[in-house]
C-alpha cells in the first residue's frame, strides 16, 4: 500500500456524508467505543451500553437466536446457556470465529443506534483498532472481516497510535515528547502490545507473549476453588456448564480490579474485597476473597510461560521489559517517554517494574488507561476524514510539480558539490598520485592517471567522502530545497488549517501554528537522515562517472596534465613541457625539482579551483547524468514528503 492513502481509498467509498467517528477497542476482555464529531473542537465523547462504557466482550444468544451481549450475557447465565468470552483474534477463516466477531460489531453498532448514541449509516465511520504487531495483510483481513458485519463504513487502525494520539491531546504528554521516541506499553487482558512510536513512524517490539491479566483471574479463580467447601461440585458444575465458569472467573477479574482500585483497603483476611457472590445453580455460592495476602501469594505463582520457562506474573512483565530494553538497545534507539495503556497497567506495581527497568525514562498513565485507545481511534478517524482533500493536493503537487522543482535545484546541488570535492580529490586524491609519479613510485603520467581514477573511486567510497557529500546534501536539503517546497505547500497547509512548514522535511508533528520550521528541531529525524542517505548513495553512484567522464571531457589525461601545468607554469617553459611530458618518462629528477612540495604547496589553491571548474563542466557535459540524478532523488524525496506529510495531517484541527 502507497504511503499516503486517503480513508476513502481505504474503503473504497466516498466519506463525504460523514458528521461522526466512532473509535471501537474490541479487546479480548472488554469493548469501548468512542464519538468525536468531524466537525468542532470538541473532545470525543466515551459511549455506554446499559451505563457501561466498558463492556466484557462475551456473547450468547438468546432461544431466539439474538446475541445477548456483554455484561448482560453473563450476569443472566444459566446451565443450559452457551456463554462465550474473549473471541477477538487475528483474522482467520473459522466460520464461529467469524460469525461471533461479526455478530459483536453488528451488536454494539445497533445497540448505538437504537440508543440514539450514534447516528448510523452513511454518517457514522467506524474505526476498529488491532495490536501494532499485526501485518498489513492482517490488517486488510481483519478490515474485509468486520465490513461484513453490517457496518456500513468501517476501517481499521493501529491501537498504538491512537493511543499515542490520545496522550497528547489529553495532555498526558506534552509535544516535545509526543514528538520523540515514546515506548506504548499496552497491557491488555491477553497481551502486552509494546511498541516505539517516533512521529508517523511505528515499530512494534513485543507482542507481550502469554502475558495478559487475564492469567490472574483464572489463579484467582483456582485459587478460590481449591478452598471451596464445595470443591468438587463446583468443579462438575464448571465442567457441565461452561457458562458458570466464565461467570465465575468474571466475578474473580471484577474482584481484582477492585482490589488494585484501592489495595490499602483490603490489607487482611478479615477485609477482602466484597462484590457480592455468584449462585451457581441457585445451590453453590461462589466469592473470591481478594485481599493483600492472596493476591500476594497468587502473584508469586509461576503463572506465565515464556520461551518454556516458568515466572511470575510480576516477573515476566520484569523480563519482557528487560528484552524490550535490549532489541532497542540494538536498533541504537532509546524512548524519551513510556506510556502506560490498557487495564492491567492499574496494577501498582506495573509502574514500579517500568521505573526499575527503564530508570532513566519517565512513564505516564492517563486517569483511565482503559479507555484510551478508543477515544484515540476516534480522533485518529476524524483526522483521517478531515485531511482526504490536503492529502489529494499534496499528491498532485508530488505527481505534477516535484519533478520539475528538483530539476531545477539540482545545478545547486551539483555546484555545492563540484566546490566542496574539488578541495577533497586534490588534497586526498590527486596530491598523493600527484607526490608517487614525483618520486618514481609511478613511471609515467598515464600510470599516474590510472593511479587517480583509481583512488578516486576508492576515496568515493569512505566515510570521509560519505561524511563531506552528506553535509552538502543536508544544507541543499534544508535550504533551497525546503525553502521551494515550503512556497508551494504552505498554501495548501493553511487551507487544512495545519501549520505552514509541516510538510518541510524539519517541520513538526504536532507543532501548533508557529509560522516555521519547528524550533524542536527535526521532528522525525529518521525521515530526513533516511533521505540524506539515500541521496548521499546516488550521488556517491554518479560521482563515479563523473570522475570517468572528466577525462572524455578534457581529453585522454588532459585533467592531471592539467593540473601538472599549474604547477610547471610557474616555472616558465609550459608548452614544451607540456608535450615533452605526455610523451616521455620524465626523469625522476627532474621531476623533484619540478613538482617540489614547497611548488606543489603554493598552487594548491590553484589547482582546486581548476578541479572545481573541471567538475563543474562535466555535470553540464553529461546532461545524462543529472537526469538520472534527477530522477533518483526525485524518488527518494517524494517518498520522505509522503511520510512527511501522512504524520503531518495529525496536525489538523
Ligand atoms: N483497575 C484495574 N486494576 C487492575 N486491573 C484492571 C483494572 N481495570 C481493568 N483491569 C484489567 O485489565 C485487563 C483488561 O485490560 P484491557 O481492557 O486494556 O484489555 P483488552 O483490551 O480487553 O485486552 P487485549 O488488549 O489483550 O485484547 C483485565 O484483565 C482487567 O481485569
Ligand atoms: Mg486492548
New binding site residues.
Partial sequence: MPILTTLEERLGTSLASVVEVVGF?L????TRTARRYVKGADNPDQLAISGRQ?QP?AIRYDQQGTPVIGHAAIMGVSAEMNLTLGF?APPSNDPRYRKLMRDWVKAIYDIHVRDKQIEGGAETCFIVGCPSGWSEEWVQQYQALLTGAGVPLLAVARESRAALMEAYESQLINLGEAEKRVLMI??????A?ISLLSGREERPYDDGGPL???L??KAILEYTLARHKDRARLQDAFERYPGFRARCEYHC?LA??EY??GPELYQTWDSPVDIGTVNVQNRYQFKAPVCKPMMEEILSQPLVTIEGRRFTWPDALRWILQRVKQRLRENKSRPETIVLV???S??GFVGQICSEVFSDVPWRRGKEP?LSVSLGLARVGRVDILTIGFVEEIRRFLDSELPGLVQELVPVLTDALSKALAKSLIDRVIMPCLKEWRDGKLATINDMSARVQQSAQVWLQSDEARQQIGEVVSEWLTGPVQRKIAERTNPICSRYRLPTGSLTLTGSTFLPSSGGVSDLGVSDPTVLSGLITAIVGIIIYILGFVIMAILEVTGPIGWIISLVLIVVATIGGATAVYEWMQNRNIPVSLRKVTLSDGRLEKNLGEMRSKTEDQLRETFKAKPELTAQMVEEISRELREALEKTADRARYLAS
Fill in positions: 477497542d479487546g479480548h476482555s472488554g466498558n466482550t477477538k499496552d497491557l491488555g487482558s491477553l497481551t502490545d495478559g491479566a487475564s490472574i483471574d477479574r481484582k480490579e488494585f482500585n490498557g487495564g492491567a492499574q496494577m482503559v
